[in-house]
Nanobody, 122 residues
Framework: QVQPVESGGGLVQTGDSLRLSCGGS????????MGWFRQAPGKQREFVAA????????YYDDSVKGRFVISRDNAVNTVYLQMNSLKPEDTAVYYC???????????????WGQGTQVTVSS
């Protein structure tokens, strides 16, 4: 099993950039499809981005496509979410998650981190 651990959240202004990191304990992240999700106050948790074990395939929600970039460095057991051109509507708790499924699906993530707060002020 793996336990994802997020870091890098904070308070930024509209238009700023922020990079989230996700490390893990237990089994190495390279064995998992990795993803980022977010949950805004009063809303359900939603998919943001994911990438394959090799990092060669990426998946994005339309709301972040062109602004966010997900990547991974398996050598240092870390997954990143580079967030650019941030908007107030990006404000949420961001969660890193791992999936042992063979193929990507936003509904098959089994292991979740505790989350990191991202707040974008207008």
């Amino acid at each position: 099993q793996v336990q994802p651990v997020e870091s890098g959240g904070g308070l930024v202004q509209t238009g700023d950039s922020l990079r989230l990191s996700c490390g893990g304990s237990g089994r190495a992240l390279k064995y998992y499809i990795m993803g980022w999700f977010r949950q805004a106050p009063g809303k359900q948790r939603e998919f943001v981005a994911a990438l394959s074990r090799s990092g060669s395939s990426t998946y994005y929600d339309d709301s972040v496509k062109g602004r966010f970039v997900i990547s991974r460095d398996n050598a240092v057991n870390t997954v990143y979410l580079q967030m650019n051109s941030l908007k107030p509507e990006d404000t949420a708790v961001y969660y890193c998650a791992a999936s042992s499924s063979r193929e990507f699906s936003s509904t098959t993530f089994e292991y979740w981190g505790q989350g990191t707060q991202v707040t974008v002020s207008s």
